[in-house]
């Protein structure tokens, strides 16, 4: 099992930048690839990032340029960095475990509670 807790979210203003962070415990954390969601009020959950244990890594287009995912292995934790943060970017983000890096969020296995991330225009 994988337990997961997120952290960093906030009220920032457009343009501004927010570094978002996922800690896992449990002793399988080496298994899983890593992946940050987003679901503002009234849409779907969509897919923003994730990264394999050994490094790959996959975006959606509409984050390419402006957010990284990074993780530390020795410290059982992922990082989304946020820049030039838009309004549009306002959404509980959550991460969440899965055996192999994918997008879709049925193969995700293990999700944290989230954290809100507000951008003010």
């Known amino acids: 099992q994988v337990q997961l807790v997120e952290s960093g979210g906030g009220l920032v203003q457009a343009g501004g930048s927010l570094r978002l962070s996922c800690a896992a415990s449990?002793?399988?954390?080496?298994?899983?690839?890593i992946g940050w969601f987003r679901q503002a009020p009234g849409k779907e959950r969509e897919f923003v990032a994730a990264i394999a244990y050994g490094g790959g890594i996959t975006y959606a287009d509409f984050v390419k340029g402006r957010f990284a995912i990074s993780r530390d292995n020795a410290k059982a934790t992922v990082y989304l960095q946020m820049n030039s943060l838009k309004p549009e970017d306002t959404a509980v983000y959550s991460c969440?475990?899965?055996?192999?890096?994918?997008?879709?969020?049925?193969?995700?296995?293990?999700w944290g509670q989230g954290t809100q991330v507000t951008v003010s225009s």
């Open positions: 969440a475990a899965a055996r192999v890096l994918v997008t879709t969020t049925f193969q995700y296995e293990y």
């Open positions: 449990g002793r399988t954390f080496s298994s899983y690839a």
